[in-house]
Every structure is written in structure tokens, then in C-alpha cells.
């Protein structure tokens, strides 16, 4: 099996923000790329950026041996119902948020063994075809969820096209960690936006500073993703939003107790290099396919022309 | 009545990260500076960056005609009985983050007439004198709490020698406010930074991207600073933790109800651009005492050699 990623004519489905900045890309890199987008003005967009562009998937489709997919997730049963007649030896790989969901609409679309879902961390608050950028995606984690397709694939195209550490695990495991570090970080800036902008306090917004302009950075922004993102998201992140309820009337209760609140706040401390430079224990990957057959998340990366591999503690 | 403020020989008890940035700016601006701190290496570190210094302010107080207190509130009673003592002709101004506690403290002390509390709003995540720096408190919003101290004075001096806008309210307004715009968002920080490091869900530090770190930029630092600051203004704060907490059960349950979650979502960006960019209509101000007279919130600044001002809509 070779090192490398065995992709070289690749569609990309939907050339927002995501989905352009995946196309420009893999065209960058010289693979054959053509994007799709039922929008004309986006495909115009990315014909002027030099991309090849097609209105369907059924124009384009028979001889992709790739198909990313970057729509909405209310779009992808229609998308991947698609794939499965018009890129029938194609593998196919969704970028959204949320990936429990996203693999029942594979499987209800008959793309069992050929579907794989991925999930890149990084974005912008803009939005469109327009803002898309090749370097987007690129050195950052990209999750990848375990299933019946071609994962290892999709692991080394990730690691090789986006310079990217592959975050592996499974679809259920993704959506609660997604789930927490971005999808709730999304309500409390929401809320705390929100409950601002009541004017209840309206010197609130004169003596705004940095804690308030961090706190609140992605809210107020873009309704609409955000709520697909939220809603697409809704079992594991109501579970995130309780415990993130019970964790501020702890605090709440302790204001009154600055012994027990300082305590807390100094195991916040503590403990807070570990989430935001969690370590890992690099280890080289003579066998991509037997690390991946593991039953927790790992990690993948490329150093130079070989693939190492971290266990993610649990 | 000068239109500039008339205090020419300071004192700044606390040089930390706030009390040196204070003594910094004003050495700079020409006033006569002394520094006074109990801490030797502070006090040296504050003579190598050309401060006079003393170890309490029984040494200088007798002349100075402005103490700047930059202590942490809980010694806020000791310093405040100090400049009573120490000071006899000076005007006390406090710079601590909550004003209802600190008034009290003044009252208690004896300072009436001539105590006004004052918060700049910025900071870093650091502390400390070594961290301070001239520029630090300078261009921002300074709130100037409303009592029976020479209010206007102090408006004049925090718009004169920061390039402040000054936002002058009451103590009680004031704590209400930065409650909302400050400590909330040190509370929500710290909350998803102590969930997330729970380890429940492990791949989610190596998932956690912009949203994450934005949302928890000022949580797990300097816990006893960010316990005295919560503690200290319990009261306010509790009812905001209240109100968010009501607020991301909302959010909770409309997760089932995408069209109200996305109706929410929408009024959340209708409403941020007057949160983040509040507008002023601002105003000639020829009669400083008249303006603070009024009772609501008003903003102060200086246009070139003259005052403005403008009521904070309620």
C-alpha cells in the first residue's frame, strides 16, 4: 500500500467557504479538481479563480475517484443520494460538523464502504466562495470518524493534501467533542451577546473591553450556520449545555465563598495547559491500517515522508 | 474652572500591573510621581524604570494632592484609613474593578468629599509591575463612579492624561455593568475550560480550535486575581450568572425547534453591531458640573482642547 493518498480527480460538492478553500487547494497541488455548485455566480467565482466548475454532479461525476462534499447538512441526503448514482467509483467524504447524522444520510444513501466523514477545525466568520482561501484548512486537526469505508485513504489525503494531524475516532465521539469546544462556546457568546444587548444594563456597552470582545467574537454572527451547526448538533450538545448549566450555578453559589470558588478557579489553572497543549506521544506508523483497526481516537501525522501516530489519553 | 485637571503631585499606592501602568504614564506626562509600594522588589523595580518610590505613604503623602489607590480590594479599608491619615489634602482615587464595595470602604475610612472611584477597562493577562507598560490604561473607556468626591476633576484627569472616555454612573449601575461585560465572561470562560479539562470527552482538546480558544482566552490564569474580582462584586454578578443561566436553557431547549432557535439567532445579530460599536450623539460640553449633575450615564471625552459628552441611552 503506498504512503500516500491514492486520490487524483477529485469533485468537490459545494464551493462555500469550506468547500472552495478545499478546491483551491487540491488544485493548487495539481490534482484534477472540478467544482460543483448549483449557484451560477459561485460558479463564477470559482471559474475565475481558475477552477473547473459543472452545475451537477451528474455532468462531472463518472470518472471521480473523490467526492468531497461541503453543503449543508439538511442538503446531504439529497447530495449523497447523488453520489451514489452519478460518482459510482467514487469515495465519498462530508466536511461538515456534525457526523453521526451525516453517516446515517451515507448509509440511507447506499454509499456503505465508500463513505468516510471528516471534519476539519478551522474556519472564519465570513462565509462564501469569495472568502475561501487555499490555506485555510491547511495545519490544522482534521477529525476523521471510523467507519466501513476507505478511512485510511482518507487519513493519508488529509495529512498529505492539508498538512493536516488527523484526529481519528467515532462518529458519536466526534459530535460530543465538537460539542463541547465549539459548538457550546458558540451559545455562550450568543447568550452572553444576547442578554447584553437587552439594555437592561446600557452602560454595559461603553465599558466593554477584552473579556467581552473574546467571549463574544463568533456570536451575533451568521444565523443560519449557526443554527444548522447548533440544531444538527442537538443531543450531544444539550448534554454540553447541562453540565455547562450545573458548572456556573456551582460558581454562582460560590461567590459566597471565595475559599471554595478560589479553589476551583486554581484547578481551572492547573489544569488548563493540559486542554489547551494536550501532549502526545509520537510513535512511528509502520502500519496505517493496524493503528486505525485500534478502538480509541488516535492521532496521524506526517513527518517528513513517514506517518507517526499518538494514542489520544483516556 | 480649568478645563484641564488640576492634579500636579501624585501618589499611586500599588504598583502592580494597573498602579505601575498609572505611575508610568503619569512620570511620562511630566507630573510629579512617587510610587509607593510595600514590596521591595517591586519598589525596585519601579526605581530602575525611573520612579521615585517609598515603602508606605506616611513617607509622602503630606503634599500630594492625588493618591491613586491600586490595591486589591480586600486592602482596600487599610490603604483608604492610610490616605485619611497619610494624605490629608489629597484626592483619593480608587482603580479596583468593583465600586459599590470600595465606596463603602471609603465612607468607613472618612474620605467623604474627597473620594471618587474610577476603573479603567483594560488589562492583560498578566500581573504585576514588570507587565505594566505607559500605555496600557491609555485611549480606553475608564468608568468614573458618581458620589460626593470631585467628580469632575477626576473626569478631567482620567480624560486628560489617558485620552479617556470616560464613562461616569453610579457605583451600583457600574458594578451591574461589569458584571455583565467583564466577570460573566470570566465565569463562562472558566466554566468551559474546567468541563472541557474534566476529560470526559478526550479528543476534544485536540479538536478545540478558534471558537474554543476565543471563548476561554481569559480562563485558568491568576486564579486569586479572578477570585477577588468575582467574589467582590458577588451580588451583581450572581444575578447575571442567573439570567445566563435561564438563557442557555432557552437555547437548550430550542435546540428541538430550529425556526425559534434560528429566530433567536437572527435578533442576536440584528442587535450586535449597537452592543460592539454603541452609538453617542455626542454634544459640546461647557459646563462639566452641570452634565454630571444629570442623573443618568453620561460619556465624556476631549476634542482637541474641548469637552464632549453624551447621554448613554437607557
Given at each position: 500500500m503506498s504512503s500516500r493518498h491514492p486520490f487524483a480527480k477529485v469533485a468537490v460538492v459545494g464551493a462555500g467557504l469550506i468547500g472552495g478553500s478545499v478546491a483551491r487547494r487540491l488544485h493548487g497541488a495539481g490534482l484534477d479538481v472540478v467544482v460543483v455548485d448549483p449557484d451560477p455566480q459561485t460558479r463564477a467565482g470559482a471559474a475565475a479563480a481558475g477552477l473547473a466548475v459543472a452545475a451537477?454532479?451528474?455532468?462531472?461525476?463518472?470518472?471521480?475517484?473523490l467526492v468531497v462534499v461541503a453543503t449543508p447538512l439538511d442538503a446531504l441526503p439529497a447530495v449523497l443520494a447523488e453520489c451514489a448514482l452519478a460518482a459510482p467509483g467514487a469515495v465519498v467524504v462530508d466536511v461538515g460538523s456534525v457526523k453521526v447524522a451525516a453517516a446515517r444520510a451515507a448509509d440511507a444513501a447506499g454509499l456503505a464502504g465508500r463513505y468516510v466523514g471528516a471534519h476539519p477545525m478551522a474556519g472564519t466568520e465570513q462565509s462564501g466562495f469569495a472568502h475561501?482561501?487555499?490555506?485555510?484548512?491547511?495545519?490544522v486537526r482534521w477529525a476523521v470518524v471510523r467507519g466501513d469505508g476507505p478511512v485510511a485513504d482518507v487519513v493519508r489525503f488529509v495529512v498529505d493534501a492539508f498538512a493536516a494531524t488527523a484526529v481519528v475516532l467515532d462518529a458519536a465521539e466526534h459530535d460530543r467533542a465538537v460539542a463541547l469546544v465549539s459548538h457550546a462556546p458558540h451559545v455562550l457568546a450568543n447568550a452572553l451577546l444576547e442578554l447584553t444587548g437587552?439594555?437592561?444594563?446600557?452602560?454595559a456597552a461603553h465599558l466593554a473591553a477584552g473579556s467581552f470582545g473574546d467571549g463574544t467574537?463568533?456570536?451575533?454572527?451568521?444565523a443560519e450556520r449557526t443554527r444548522n451547526m447548533l440544531a444538527d448538533n442537538a443531543e450531544a450538545l444539550a448534554g454540553v449545555l447541562e453540565d455547562l448549566g450545573e458548572l456556573i450555578a456551582a460558581y454562582r453559589a460560590e461567590l459566597g465563598d471565595p475559599a471554595v470558588l478560589g479553589a476551583r478557579l486554581q484547578s481551572v489553572v492547573d489544569g488548563a495547559a493540559a486542554v489547551r497543549r494536550p501532549s502526545a506521544d509520537w510513535r512511528p506508523c509502520d502500519d496505517l491500517d493496524d493503528v486505525l483497526a485500534s478502538t480509541g481516537p488516535v492521532l496521524i501525522r506526517r513527518v517528513e515522508d513517514r506517518l507517526e501516530w499518538a494514542p489520544v489519553d483516556r
Open positions: 451537477s454532479l451528474g455532468e462531472v461525476g463518472a470518472d471521480r475517484d475561501s482561501f487555499a490555506d485555510l484548512l491547511v495545519g437587552r439594555g437592561g444594563e446600557p452602560s467574537r463568533v456570536a451575533g454572527r451568521n
